[in-house]
């Protein structure tokens, strides 16, 4: 497997490796071991920076990948980003999903299922019957009565059992947030 390469340098990302094509149009070759797996290499990022650099490669802007849900609603299929989602509500086996704009959609799959789709996004399970996102939290208390206030007026109660699983969720987010 040959590729001509006409810029000074790419950057190519084959199995989770991350290779350099040479300079001023020399072909770059895979080893024979990468050519038996026989999936496709695929050029992320070009660049004119000198090859030399023995730093590994890194790509300046990984693209987002935002969760969306597919929600039946009056005989359509309504995609909800995960992004717009700020509380999930859970009753038996139906989910209530409250959105920024305040729509309210009745989905017939339980909670934890929900939960399972939306990995990767920045959700924490405070309750049994609640999912929040932490992008919609405003302000935070574990006293006596720990709740939660959500920028859309909301609040919602931590049960006891979940209250160090969230406090600790709560701080990786904010950890997060600042890196």
């Given at each position: 497997?040959?590729?001509?390469?006409?810029?000074?340098?790419?950057?190519?990302?084959?199995?989770?490796?991350?290779?350099?094509?040479?300079?001023?149009?020399?072909?770059?070759?895979?080893?024979?071991?990468?050519?038996?797996?026989?999936?496709?290499?695929?050029?992320?990022?070009?660049?004119?920076?000198?090859?030399?650099?023995?730093?590994?490669?890194?790509?300046?802007?990984?693209?987002?990948?935002?969760?969306?849900?597919?929600?039946?609603?009056?005989?359509q299929l309504?995609?909800?980003?995960?992004?717009?989602?700020?509380?999930?509500?859970?009753?038996?086996?139906?989910?209530?999903?409250?959105?920024?704009?305040?729509?309210?959609?009745?989905?017939?799959?339980?909670?934890?299922?929900?939960?399972?789709?939306?990995?990767?996004?920045?959700?924490?399970?405070?309750?049994?019957?609640?999912?929040?996102?932490?992008?919609?939290?405003l302000d935070?208390?574990?006293?006596?009565?720990?709740?939660?206030?959500?920028?859309?007026?909301?609040?919602?109660?931590?049960?006891?059992?979940?209250?160090?699983s969230t406090?600790?969720?709560?701080?990786?987010?904010?950890?997060?947030?600042?890196?």
């Amino acid at each position: 497997m040959q590729l001509m390469l006409r810029f000074r340098a790419c950057f190519y990302q084959f199995n989770g490796y991350w290779f350099r094509g040479r300079t001023r149009g020399s072909s770059f070759t895979a080893s024979s071991s990468l050519e038996q797996q026989q999936r496709p290499l695929t050029m992320i990022h070009i660049c004119h920076a000198p090859v030399a650099s023995p730093q590994p490669v890194r790509p300046i802007a990984t693209p987002i990948h935002v969760p969306k849900l597919s929600l039946p609603f009056r005989n359509q299929l309504v995609q909800v980003a995960a992004t717009d989602i700020v509380w999930l509500e859970g009753a038996s086996n139906y989910t209530f999903i409250h959105t920024r704009d305040k729509r309210r959609y009745l989905v017939a799959k339980n909670l934890k299922r929900l939960e399972a789709d939306l990995v990767g996004s920045p959700f924490c399970r405070v309750h049994k019957s609640t999912l929040v996102n932490l992008t919609y939290l405003l302000d935070v208390r574990f006293g006596d009565e720990p709740h939660l206030h959500l920028k859309n007026g909301q609040t919602i109660s931590i049960s006891r059992r979940r209250i160090t699983s969230t406090r600790r969720q709560i701080r990786a987010y904010q950890a997060e947030l600042t890196n």
